[in-house]
């Protein structure tokens, strides 16, 4: 049994979930995503390697699933370049089966083929 369908997510956001390995919640996810679905803020505190970037992920993309694609419907800032890329492969991970695209926007790279990537359509926006 995999302990994240207690979370209710879509099937194909579950097999994101599979995918990566993910069998039980850490305790940071347990506590932080039944929140994070009904829409509340949540501030969190946990090690590295606990899944927190899981813990709101995984609910913005189950909330792409349902509405209109193909125009920005979530923007994520991250502190660090290198952050925003982490975020943007692992909603690539979990995403896989949802279709969702997403798109890191940063300085010091070249503006038009990230301007391009806006207008093809993105749902997700992860930026630093």
């Not at 189950?62 to 419907?73: A, D, I, N, T, Y």
């Not at 975020?87 to 089966?97: F, N, P, Y």
Request: charge should be positive; hydrophobic fraction near 40%; proline fraction near 7%.
């Amino acid at each position: 049994m995999n302990f994240f369908d207690s979370f209710n997510f879509d099937p194909r956001i579950a097999a994101g979930v599979q995918a990566l390995g993910y069998h039980e919640p850490t305790p940071i996810q347990l506590q932080a995503i039944p929140p994070v679905q009904q829409g509340r803020d949540v501030m969190g505190l946990a090690h590295t390697g606990t899944g927190k970037t899981a813990v709101f992920v995984l609910p913005i993309l189950q909330r792409l699933l349902e509405g209109p694609r193909g125009r920005v419907r979530a923007l994520i800032i991250a502190p660090t370049r290198e952050l925003a890329e982490q975020i943007h492969e692992v909603i690539g991970a979990l995403g896989q089966r949802t279709r969702a695209r997403s798109l890191t926007v940063y300085g010091g790279v070249g503006m038009n083929p990230q301007v391009q990537r806006l207008r093809d359509g993105v749902e997700i926006v992860v930026a630093c």
